[in-house]
């Protein structure tokens, strides 16, 4: 089931459901009270939420808007095309006790009134083994843009591996996980292309984001899903837990 909250996407076949009041548990994630178009060179911020047990994971990303056709397209229709790109990428890689919930996203440049998030929540359990590994062990494959320089490519870390993920008698991914491992990278580093009536869409390209200069920011189409565990502390029985934000509940 997919809610999304915003009330132009409220009809019945959608499965959509509406929040008409919101009090955020954490100031950093509000709530989006309108539904704006994604005109060409916005920057789109794209947080995925999953959680196993207290843990929250947030693998952040970003895209840009390469073109615009007609008025274009809707962050909600971003959102929801995203979530079907990649939600059937991240549960092969979550373990069975571990959830996908949703995501966020906002309009991060050029600054304006639309830096609030928008929410899609879409929860669904990993489809992986049923035993987990230490919570700070992570899938990890590498952004690549083409260009040289560390500015130009980056990393992103998968949550929550399964035992049944372990190569025996190696501490490195087995060849299944591999293989749905590079199947997200894929799923992440290609454009994403969504309308909302016909000759009225929008085409976005994922982007290594520069936050001290957003114009140097550079378009990444390239993944290379790494045959060796990372770990990511923060994910960890000792690390800071992260709480799922009130909309994605």
Same mark, same amino acid.
């Given at each position: ?5 915003? %009330? ?68 909600? +229709? ?26 966020? %996203? ?17 929860? %669904?359990?990993?489809?992986? +083994? ?45 060849? +299944? ?52 565990? %990372? ?7 000792? +690390? ?10």
């Amino acid at each position: 089931m997919v809610s999304l909250d915003v %009330a132009s996407h409220a009809s019945p076949e959608h499965h959509t459901t509406i929040r008409s009041i919101y009090t955020p548990l954490d100031a950093r994630y509000p709530l989006m009270s309108a539904d704006p178009f994604v005109l060409t060179n916005d920057i789109l911020e794209l947080n995925v939420y999953c959680v196993n047990d207290e843990q929250v994971s947030i693998n952040r990303l970003h895209y840009i808007a390469t073109s615009i056709n007609g008025s274009g397209g809707t962050l909600s +229709g971003f959102l929801s095309t995203v979530n079907a790109a990649l939600k059937p990428n991240y549960l092969p890689v979550l373990s069975s006790l571990s959830q996908y919930v949703g995501m966020s %996203a906002r309009i991060i440049y050029p600054l304006n009134h639309k830096t609030y998030y928008l929410w899609l929540k879409s929860k %669904a359990m990993g489809s992986g +083994g049923a035993i987990l590994m230490p919570r700070q062990t992570c899938g990890m494959f590498t952004k690549q843009s083409g260009l040289s320089g560390p500015s130009k490519r980056g990393r992103v870390y998968v949550p929550f591996p399964s035992t049944a993920d372990q190569q025996g008698g190696i501490d490195s991914p087995n060849a +299944g996980y591999m293989v749905n491992l590079g199947s997200l990278a894929g799923a992440m580093s290609g454009p994403q292309f969504w309308s909302i009536t016909v000759g009225n869409n929008t085409s976005a390209s994922p982007l290594i984001y520069h936050r001290s200069l957003p114009t140097s920011s550079v378009i990444w189409g390239n993944a290379t899903a790494k045959h060796k565990w %990372a770990t990511h502390r923060s994910r960890g029985d000792y +690390g800071r837990s992260n709480v799922i934000p009130d909309a994605l509940i």
